[in-house]
């Protein structure tokens, strides 16, 4: 098993075993970390826009290792105890095993929002890359039309894209995913966007695991998000405003 824990600039702290930095958006800057997304086949270029979907897909086409992967970020990592900061508590080999035998994904829980998934999300994106998305949805792949309407019509949805599951579920998934991202960015014109407005990718595949897990009706074990150095009071805080559109996405 092997957790790559995505990272944009250097980190101390001591990881489980199992546990790895990867540094991303890495083509553009200086290496700190043992393993960066741009070596072997990558889209490290494509960070500003990807985010940690760079680390994703270097995972797909790059480890051929491991029967088990995942991705956490440098300082959000799943958690078997809620109430523990201690990496101890960040899922380890013999729990992933144990519920992938019953599970698809081990990833977060499902963040319910005050208002559609789609209006949710039009506070991060452009309404017409989001049309953009679904017209690209019925030309790749129209059998998940269906799926894609009902969530972003609901009012739950997983966020992060942090996962732990069998390479080959995810290689499956990234087939699926980066088909749609790659049909979807030529037509796209991000002339004006600010950085946070070019993080486009990142926001719809979070919303685009929903799609994929309700279509193939994927078994999804949600435990909770250990963010480092920040107290669970805090975390609750932030979690109120940002559902109510009064908290930028960190």
């Known amino acids: 098993m092997k957790i ?32 960066t997304d741009d070596t072997g086949e990558n889209i490290s270029e494509k960070n500003p826009c990807y985010c940690e979907l760079t680390a994703v897909y270097w ?12 991705l956490a970020h440098y300082r959000r990592f799943l958690t078997v105890n809620k109430f523990s900061s201690s990496p101890k508590k960040y899922v380890g080999e013999k729990k992933a095993e144990k519920l992938l035998g019953e599970y698809e994904f081990i990833a977060t829980k499902q963040y319910r929002s005050p208002c559609s998934v789609r209006e949710h999300i039009l506070h991060d994106v452009h309404e017409k890359d989001l049309d953009l998305l679904r017209e690209t949805i019925g030309e790749v792949c129209p059998d998940y039309l ?5 969530v972003l019509a609901g ?9 732990i599951c069998k390479k080959q579920t995810l290689d ?12 979807l960015e030529p037509k796209v014109d991000m002339t004006g966007y600010t950085t946070q407005e070019k993080r486009l990718y990142g926001y719809l595949a979070e919303r685009l695991f929903s799609v994929y897990v309700k279509k193939n009706r994927c078994k999804v074990k949600s435990l909770s998000t250990h ?15 940002r559902a109510l559109h009064i908290w930028p996405k960190p």
């Open 146 to 150: 269906d799926a894609y309407d009902e």
């Open 227 to 241: 963010l480092v150095g920040v107290s669970k009071w805090r975390i609750a805080a932030d979690k109120i405003k």
């Open 59 to 70: 995972i797909w086409k790059n480890d051929h290792e491991n029967d088990t992967v995942g």
């Open 172 to 183: 499956s998934y990234c087939e699926w995913l980066f088909s749609i991202l790659f049909a």
């Open 4 to 35: 790559y824990v995505v990272t944009h600039k250097p980190c101390d702290s001591i990881l489980p075993a199992q546990y790895e930095y990867i540094q991303v958006n890495a083509a553009k800057g200086e290496h700190f970390c043992t393993l």
């Open 155 to 163: 009012d739950r949805s997983y966020l992060l894209n942090m996962f």
